[in-house]
């Protein structure tokens, strides 16, 4: 649904009447993913802003909120989740097995790190660490092997991180 907000330029202040969407569909997914969609130019002092705002992304297969909402897949708050959780579920895969194979990532390095799902190819998951900035890959077999070893519980209108992955893995 479109909505007319009033906007204030962060730099000269200057008020602006704006129309935003609160609902995109996949058509939209790529101005979503590269912010395009949420730029706004000041007519006075040519600024431009990334407005941060609550919305939804609706497709034939998915419902993402990034903000609080109800009657979706996932709840995200930050636009690197959205981000990743569209990834994820654009590539037909599962964010909780995202997350295990993730923890099991940090397991095999070592370290403690914040990875995000990033793409795939034929053979490989592909994941970026935040703390280090590297990229990693790791085989999508050993995704496939938790598909087919664990029960997920299918679970709706949640936030699904690090943290609480592992109450809905069987």
């Known amino acids: 649904m479109r909505k007319r907000i009033d906007f204030y330029c ?97 397991h095999d390095l070592n370290k403690e790190y914040e990875f995000r799902y990033d793409g795939m190819n034929d053979k490989q998951l592909m994941f970026y660490s935040i703390d280090s900035k590297e990229e990693y890959a790791i085989n999508k077999e050993l995704y496939d092997y938790y598909k087919n070893k664990y029960k997920i519980e299918v679970v709706k209108n949640i936030e699904i991180n690090s943290n609480n992955f592992v109450k809905y893995i069987k």
């Open 10 to 106: 962060p730099h000269c202040k200057e008020k602006k009447r704006i129309t935003i969407n609160d609902e995109y569909t996949k058509k939209d997914i790529e101005s979503l993913l590269d912010r395009s969609i949420f730029k706004i130019k000041c007519n006075k002092c040519n600024n431009e802003t990334i407005l941060d705002y609550n919305f939804l992304l609706k497709t034939d297969n998915y419902i993402i909120s990034y903000g609080e909402s109800k009657d979706v897949d996932r709840i995200t708050n930050t636009f690197d989740d959205f981000k990743e959780k569209v990834l994820i579920y654009e590539d037909n895969l599962n964010d909780i097995l995202i997350e295990l194979t993730k923890q099991k990532l940090n």
